[in-house]
């Protein structure tokens, strides 16, 4: 009820707007005065450490007094498949690394003898295609979603010449009992014999590992009921380092996809029933999984290169970067709100 007062994107201003047609007795949503502005990220905050020397050398940032109009990620575009496929390799390197040093001394916690923590280094694999899923574990978020069909997706990660790999972190409020039990289900997964290896859940979760994740994983999973999804914020950040989003079109991603920069799980049209609603949107991962995903990854050309997967992390880092700022953020709030309410 201030003055000025809007979502944190497209979709949730149209929804807050849906909603609050009571609150302003009318019967059009249009007429109901709230706007949106997406979020955004803070790119320094999230580019790794390891991506500033591509950045250095293709995109030449020039961070101190940098505007939502100066966008170096267009620069990404001519820079040869391969310095984009080395960076994506590297940062995968770091991340099992990573992901190494944090499971062994969670399997120390846990009484894991020496066979478990040696298996660390057999079953994580720096050249396999991995997937994240790291956040808070609302119930609408739907963590456990893509075991729904357990068989199928033993087939898709399990696969010799083509392995998958999924990486799971994130905590539920502690007076949030069906978010604690989606925690538990999720890391019972990771112990029963068709995922084991293939499937980890990172304990924890903190900012450094959700860096750790966002910058090293090459599919960022987000799987929420639309449209529960404010805004999100945690896709934005693989493709600051050649990630790509494969997600709900719910929160920014509406206004993200392009169909060519990741992928789109479900309908927009909601289904009549949850049960229904999570079926669908299963059937569209493992789908997606089989016939796009993984056969892109590992489609090489002779120099070893996935060139389609390439190009979508070139233009998922184009078409993202820049206008999922903070940059952009800042200056809409500005230019909308803040100059307006000071006039």
Same mark, same amino acid.
């Given at each position: ?24 007795? #009318? ?27 591509? /950045? ?7 961070? #101190? ?133 293939? #499937? ?56 993200? /996809? ?71 953020? #800042? ?6 709100? /803040? ?5």
């Amino acid at each position: 009820l201030a003055e000025r007062c809007n979502g944190v994107a497209k979709l949730h201003g149209a929804t807050a707007r849906e909603m609050w047609t009571g609150v302003y007795g #009318v019967k059009d949503p249009d007429e109901v005065p709230i706007g949106h502005i997406t979020n955004g990220i803070h790119p320094e905050t999230w580019i790794a450490d390891e991506c500033r020397p591509f /950045y250095d050398k293709y995109l030449k940032p020039k961070w #101190v007094g940098a505007g939502p109009e100066n966008d170096w990620w267009a620069k990404a575009k001519s820079a040869p498949d391969a310095e984009l496929w080395g960076l994506r390799h590297r940062m995968r390197q770091k991340l099992i690394a990573g992901l190494r040093h944090h499971l062994r001394a969670q399997l120390i916690r846990h009484g894991a003898d020496q066979d478990q923590i040696n298996a660390l280094y057999d079953t994580l694999h720096e050249s396999a295609l991995t997937i994240g899923f790291a956040r808070r574990f609302a119930t609408y978020k739907r963590a456990p979603l893509i075991f729904k069909d357990a068989k199928r997706l033993a087939k898709i990660l399990n696969d010799a010449d083509r392995p998958v790999q999924i990486i799971f972190s994130g905590k539920a409020h502690p007076r949030d009992a069906e978010g604690n039990q989606f925690v538990r289900e999720v890391y019972e997964m990771t112990k029963s014999k068709p995922f084991r290896g293939r #499937v980890w859940f990172l304990e924890n979760y903190d900012m450094s590992i959700g860096r750790l994740l966002t910058s090293g994983c090459d599919v960022w999973l987000n799987n929420p009921i639309r449209p529960m999804e404010a805004s999100g914020t945690s896709g934005m950040k693989p493709p600051l380092n050649g990630g790509v989003n494969f997600s709900i079109l719910d929160g920014w991603w509406p206004e993200g /996809y392009n169909g060519k920069n990741g992928w789109a799980i479900g309908r927009e049209k909601p289904e009549s029933t949850r049960t229904k609603q999570d079926k669908v949107d299963a059937e569209s991962i493992y789908s997606l999984l089989e016939t796009e995903i993984v056969p892109e990854f590992y489609d090489r050309d002779a120099n070893g290169i996935p060139t389609k997967w390439v190009e979508r992390m070139r233009e998922s880092m184009t078409s993202v970067c820049a206008e999922f700022s903070s940059h952009r953020m #800042v200056a809409d709030y500005v230019n909308s709100s /803040y100059l307006p309410a000071h006039g």
